[in-house]
């Protein structure tokens, strides 16, 4: 590996990290009195901005796939896929990480939760 390799590997860990923190600062915010939580809203909003920006220039894309269909294609792992049939409708129900993709190319694979087509 390469040791611009190695740096795209990290900034993408790093940037898996920054978007789960950012998801559970999101659902803290929902406990903030109101005007402190619109602040709060609007803090989160230009730092996951800044991350797209800091990612985006070094040719990496964060992408979820909240409700879009589940197949064997994508380029994510279902932690609860298990808990259905096989042959099951199954949709993404919930972006646990992000999927990083660089140049078209899969840098680090997504997890997610799934559910039945039309029990989500």
Not at 9 to 27: H, Q
Not at 35 to 47: H, I, P
Request: negative net charge; charged residues 30%.
């Amino acid at each position: 590996m390469s040791e611009k390799d190695d740096v795209i590997s990290s900034l993408s860990a790093l940037s898996v990290e920054c978007w789960r923190l950012a998801m559970s600062f999101e659902r803290a915010i929902s406990d903030f009195p109101e005007g402190k939580a619109q602040r709060y809203a609007s803090q989160l909003r230009f730092s996951r901005m800044q991350l797209e920006t800091i990612v985006a220039a070094h040719g990496l894309r964060l992408v979820t796939f909240d409700g879009e269909a589940f197949h064997d294609g994508l380029p994510t792992s279902a932690d609860n896929l298990a808990d259905f049939d096989e042959g099951s409708e199954l949709v993404v129900q919930k972006t646990l990480e992000p999927t990083i993709i660089k140049d078209m190319r899969v840098v680090s694979k997504g997890r997610v939760l799934v559910a039945e087509k039309g029990m989500e």
